[in-house]
């Protein structure tokens, strides 16, 4: 179960990450990118909660 909490911690890592940069970036499309990723990556946490808390039904 730890390998699960772990990946959606790395998830939300990396979507605050690409935030962040996203805010410092001054190209336009460079911007869009850092945030279309960020966005990708929540959606990643989001289904890893779903799977977590699948798992923790079933136990």
């Given at each position: 179960?730890?390998?699960?909490?772990?990946?959606?911690?790395?998830?939300e890592v990396l979507a605050a990450e690409c935030e962040m940069i996203a805010s410092r970036?001054?190209?336009g499309s460079s911007r869009e990118l850092y945030l279309r990723l960020g966005?990708?990556?929540r959606?990643?946490?989001t289904d890893?909660?779903?799977?977590?808390?699948?798992?923790?039904?079933?136990?």
């Open positions: 179960m730890s390998a699960l909490h772990a990946k959606l911690e790395r998830f970036v001054q190209d966005a990708r990556y959606d990643l946490a890893m909660r779903t799977v977590i808390a699948s798992v923790n039904q079933a136990a």
